[in-house]
């Protein structure tokens, strides 16, 4: 399975709880003109690939970043968890649908 794929299947079951939350598309390839407007407009590097907005209680909110086949977060996803955490998030890595389900129970017992 493909990170993109992993992705679409995520958004499909946060959708289906109704949480408020968004995927900042980062990944990708583009030209260096496409990269510099993207930048200009505010994209940043190494932002979590779900933000759920929605208070866990604990949390003001939860970000979890997909990765498949045991890849490692970048130093720009590090200083996204520590920049979060810092500011009241939770912060997750999860490598499969499983652990994302399991995730969302945890934080929001669904």
């Known amino acids: 399975m493909t990170e993109d794929q992993f992705q679409k299947i995520v958004a ?3 959708d ?6 968004c ?3 980062n990944e990708g390839k583009r030209s260096p003109v ?8 505010g994209l ?5 690939d779900c933000l759920i907005f929605d208070s866990t209680g604990e949390y003001k ?6 990765k498949i086949e045991n890849r490692k ?9 520590a920049k979060l955490i810092s500011r009241g998030w ?6 499969n649908i499983d652990q994302v389900i399991n995730l969302i129970r945890e934080y929001y017992g669904k």
Do not use: D, F, M, N
């Not at 977060?73 to 968890?81: D, F, R, S, V």
């Open 12 to 14: 499909r079951y946060l």
């Open 16 to 21: 289906s709880l109704g949480l408020v939350w």
């Open 23 to 25: 995927h900042v598309p």
């Open 34 to 41: 496409a990269g510099r407007i993207a930048k200009e407009k």
């Open 44 to 48: 940043k590097a190494g932002v979590p």
């Open 61 to 66: 909110g939860l970000a979890i970043e997909l």
């Open 73 to 81: 977060p970048t130093e720009p996803q590090l200083e996204w968890k």
């Open 90 to 95: 939770a912060w997750e890595i999860a490598y």
